[in-house]
């Protein structure tokens, strides 16, 4: 009776063979062979490295080579209980749900076991996928948590051929790795995704901005600077500050330099290894925020974008991430066909990180940058979209159909964790964050087992989710303690000041319900223009619902509906004349295609609880808060009926 890999995972334990011999004998010899097969089973304990479930292997290069698992190839099994369970027998193929596609079970080859390869191959697992990962790090790499490991370097030609000769399709999770080898894998009939044409576009900086300004995508002014004649052309044309970048090898902050006057030029060059290394220019962008799109692309060419995120940077390193990004859907369709039509002009599958710029005019929409592979700006996927950036690449490049790349949650933040310094102490602070999100409700965490931390180096990160972007902001302020600028969820305007003793009913009910909002001024007669631009911005800061004060012919809630596309409750203020009636029958007299809710005259608490069950639509904890308050209402007058039947209605009027 031999044990399947399934087995194994549950009792702790990697069994290799099986006997179908063993399965179908009697009983008796079932038991004769039992002492046979403990002892078999003792013996492979003796070539294996056993672990938990809640442990990965760890195998060093010493211990494979004195196993018999080790072979002249210098490929050494990494993998772990969770692919054991997901292992099936060879002889039965999985084939994918397009005819084209490799089936299930294929063998995906990546160059580069970093925490890419560690995400990639954890996305893999619970689709029967088999991943062997290229990278030389000992004696494991954060990938063999759930992967093979072949020990070598992935910029070395005769390690990618070899390392390549037994898989179905070969991809990258850095794109710094040696084209020639790839070109020649696809001469041998071995599929590489993206195509090794776009890697060896993508790994020359400049040789991708030619590529995007050849193909009409959208991209800042950009010369080579070959030498110090050309430098000068670069300044006399763009001005300073200029932007320097070295052409290869540049990622996470490295590779560029900013040149803010003259005197910095020389420095500029020399941190950048001098012109001989290959640099070129860029002219400085004015811009508003930066943003990010991970755009998918199939073997077919189909081409699906993620949403547009914002991303913050610390150093010229990405430090958190805010999806969706706060803009307006207009702007946001802007930048993913910015980022759709660059990913498009490409050949060969994958997931590609899309870098952009929002200029200070707020309309127009640049690209930076883009990779050829998941991207820091797309680990919010994980948790908050329908399908990860990770899944979404493995089943581009093996011919399966695109997963859904829309939110599943109303908004997440993810924070990357990184060493202030090196060390043990670093080590600890990064681990004590770390501690922290376990304690915050929609908080994941991500640790990337590096042996040690240093200044700068990425170890881990944190996603929080939520029902909204303002809720994932607070979930991570807990844990970090960082401002995350958290905005009001409702606006609450009026014309003037004197309109405020009625409209602070509004901010008291909103209050009692924890619901953030913000109180301002705004006169549709005497500032037109802060009315026009707060109704047509209200929304991209994450304001839900405006609640105006409507005095007279109710102008403000009028004009405030028909610009901005969120609901909006009018408060028919009382005043000298009319008593608000004036108000009231203006509000509800409002055009066709212009909805403008209102309540009674002079009840802004009304209007708070409108806007709350506006909120409550999308966030749980304020649903239940107002059912909690209804119910609150109903105890309360049912107490009141009781009390008015026990004492009648004289000693109640008396108590009133």
């Not at 802007?334 to 200070?360: D, N, P, R, T």
Request: with cysteine.
């Amino acid at each position: 009776m031999a044990l399947s890999c399934a087995a194994a995972a549950r009792t702790g334990r990697m069994v290799i063979g099986s006997s179908s011999a063993s399965a179908s004998s009697s009983s008796s010899s079932s038991m004769g062979g039992f002492k046979q097969q403990q002892q078999q089973l003792q013996n492979q304990k003796q070539t294996m490295m056993l672990r938990t479930i809640n442990t990965k292997f760890k195998r060093t290069t010493a211990l494979a080579k004195n196993s018999s698992r080790y072979n002249n190839n210098n490929r050494i099994s990494k993998t772990t209980l969770t692919m054991a369970a997901a292992s099936s027998n060879s002889n039965q193929m999985k084939y994918s749900a397009e005819n084209d596609g490799l089936p299930r079970d294929a063998k995906i080859g990546i160059l580069g076991g970093g925490q890419l390869g560690r995400m990639l191959a954890i996305a893999g697992a619970p689709m029967g996928v088999r991943l062997n990962v290229l990278d030389p790090t000992e004696p494991s790499c954060p990938a063999s948590i759930a992967a093979e490991q072949t020990i070598g370097s992935f910029r070395d030609k005769a390690a990618v051929l070899e390392f390549a000769k037994d898989c179905d399709v070969v991809t990258v999770e850095i794109e710094h790795i040696d084209c020639d080898a790839l070109d020649e894998l696809v001469k041998n009939g071995i599929d590489v995704q993206p195509t090794p044409k776009t890697l060896r576009t993508i790994q020359d900086k400049y040789a991708q901005k030619v590529h995007f300004r050849d193909n009409n995508v959208k991209i800042g002014p950009f010369m080579d600077v070959p030498d110090e004649a050309q430098l000068q052309n670069a300044v006399n044309a763009f001005g300073f500050p200029l932007m320097l970048k070295s052409k290869r090898l540049a990622y996470d902050g490295r590779g560029n330099a900013v040149a803010k006057t003259a005197s910095d030029l020389d420095n500029a060059v020399k941190s950048l290894g001098g012109f001989d290394t290959g640099l070129y220019a860029e002219k400085w962008v004015p811009f508003e925020r930066e943003l990010a799109v991970m755009v998918a692309r199939s073997k077919s060419g189909e081409v699906v974008a993620y949403p547009v995120v914002e991303t913050v940077h610390e150093d010229n390193i990405c430090d958190t991430t805010f999806a969706p990004a706060m803009i307006s859907n207009r702007m946001a369709e802007k930048a993913q066909a910015v980022a759709k039509s660059a990913i498009a002009s490409f050949e060969g599958a994958g997931i590609f990180g899309v870098e952009l710029f929002l200029l200070e005019d707020g309309e127009t929409v640049l690209l930076n940058e883009c990779a050829p592979r998941p991207h820091n700006s797309g680990h919010y996927t994980i948790e908050a979209c329908n399908c990860s950036q990770y899944e979404m690449h493995l089943r581009a490049i093996c011919g399966w159909p695109l997963g859904d790349p829309q939110l599943k949650v109303g908004g997440s933040v993810m924070k990357n964790i990184l060493g202030d310094g090196d060390g043990e102490k670093a080590m600890t602070k990064c681990h004590r964050i770390m501690g922290k999100a376990l304690t915050v409700p929609g908080a994941s965490v991500h640790w990337y087992e590096k042996p040690e931390v240093k200044k700068a180096r990425k170890v881990g990160h944190i996603t929080t989710v939520g029902a909204s972007l303002n809720e994932a902001k607070e979930r991570m302020s807990e844990i970090t303690g960082d401002d995350y600028n958290v905005q009001p969820s409702i606006g609450i305007i009026m014309g003037s000041d004197s309109d405020l003793p009625t409209m602070a009913a509004a901010a008291d009910v909103l209050k009692d319900f924890g619901i953030k909002c913000e109180v301002t001024v705004i006169s549709a007669h005497r500032t037109p223009q802060e009315m026009f631009d707060y109704s047509k911005k209200a929304h991209t800061r994450g304001i839900r619902a405006i609640i105006a004060g409507a005095g007279g012919a109710a102008h403000l809630p009028g004009m405030v509906a028909a610009m901005t596309p969120l609901p909006v409750i009018g408060v028919p203020v009382p005043l000298k004349y009319l008593d608000g009636m004036d108000s009231l029958l203006s509000i509800v007299q409002m055009p066709k295609g212009v909805p403008t809710a209102t309540v009674a005259i002079g009840n802004a608490a009304n209007a708070g609880l409108l806007a709350a069950r506006i909120v409550g639509a999308y966030e749980p904890e304020v649903l239940k808060k107002m059912e909690e308050y209804q119910d609150n209402m109903t105890e309360v007058v049912l107490g009141k009926a009781d009390k008015l039947m026990t004492n009648g209605y004289e000693k109640y009027l008396k108590e009133m």
